[in-house]
């Protein structure tokens, strides 16, 4: 079975701080990895995604990821977050057409 | 339209009753899926159309729930006799042909929030 685990419920960043999030995987062949986020009463919205190529994949908003398969790891990061970055994030493996995400981070950015 | 359309957006009901839930996916998108956030269980898989037919409905918790979706386009999730654990949000999700599967990305709407009473 494919699956991800975020191993942080909780990060808190300083506004202008750089900002990690967290997310390992675990997959038998190719994995295509995605990170969404959700605001407040909104649906997911995609962010970015892994299928093959360079190992750092750029998304919406100014984040990134990088794809580590040593470390099984997918991990989203931002250079300088801002406030408005506070939101939950969700990374997710797909098998053909169904996701299956993590239990999500909320990211907390203070002024 | 624009972006994935689910309505309504709250629904609230009281234990025993039936509901539907709509989702309109996103223009020429063949594919459909339905998930389930709750606090509980997080983000969970229900079911997956190709079109009009459903090859996957193995994330179906219980034959109370059932889908269906006509001229490949307007899905309904219904729920026959609600009861207080099916209080979640429920979410659909559309994307493009299954040409190539998994790198497809999946577009969400905002989600049906449901409250059994």
């Known amino acids: 079975a494919q699956s991800v685990a975020q191993p942080e419920d909780q990060v808190n960043v300083a506004e202008g701080n750089p900002l990690t999030v967290k997310c390992t995987y675990s997959?038998?062949?190719?994995?295509?990895l995605f990170w969404y986020v959700q605001y407040p009463n909104r649906g997911l919205q995609f962010l970015l995604k892994?299928?093959?190529?360079?190992?750092l994949v750029k998304g919406s908003y100014g984040f990134e990821a990088e794809f580590n398969k040593s470390q099984t790891s997918f991990h989203l990061k931002k250079p300088s977050a801002l406030v408005s970055d506070s939101a939950l994030y969700f990374c997710?493996?797909?098998?053909?057409?169904?996701?299956?995400f993590g239990a999500g981070t909320t990211v907390t950015v203070r002024a | 339209g624009a972006g994935v359309s689910q309505s309504p957006s709250n629904k609230v009901t009281e234990k025993g009753k039936d509901v539907e839930l709509r989702c309109d996916p996103i223009s020429g998108h063949t594919a459909l899926y339905w998930y389930r956030q709750s606090l509980g269980q997080g983000l969970e898989f229900l079911i997956y159309?190709?079109?009009?037919?459903?090859?996957?409905k193995s994330g179906l918790p219980s034959d109370r729930f059932s889908a269906e979706r006509t001229g490949g386009s307007v899905s309904t999730l219904t729920i026959q006799r609600t009861q207080q654990e099916d209080s979640a949000v429920y979410l659909c999700a559309s994307s493009l042909a299954r040409l190539q599967g998994a790198k497809n990305i999946q577009y969400f709407g905002a989600g049906t929030r449901l409250s059994v009473l």
């Open positions: 997710a493996v797909k098998n053909d057409y169904k996701l299956s």
């Open positions: 159309f190709q079109g009009n037919s459903a090859p996957d």
């Open positions: 892994y299928i093959t190529g360079d190992n």
């Open positions: 997959v038998s062949g190719n994995p295509y």
